[in-house]
């Protein structure tokens, strides 16, 4: 597939989904956190899992 298989150039895009268990099971993310400018962490991802939601 390549850019003159979309509809427009508009609409040629790119999705890595690299951490999911089909694409990649012996990949496990143990931590995804966003650090803020004023200090504070926000955990969204812990063991595999969202913890945002």
């Avoid at 895009?13 to 951490?19: P, S």
């Avoid at 099971?25 to 969202?50: F, S």
């Amino acid at each position: 597939m390549g850019p003159k298989d979309f509809s427009s150039p508009a609409a040629v895009i790119h999705l890595d989904r690299i951490y999911i268990p089909q694409a990649q099971p012996r990949v496990a993310v143990r931590e995804v956190a966003l650090g803020y400018p004023d200090g504070r962490r926000e955990t969204i991802m812990a063991n595999g899992a969202y913890v945002v939601f």
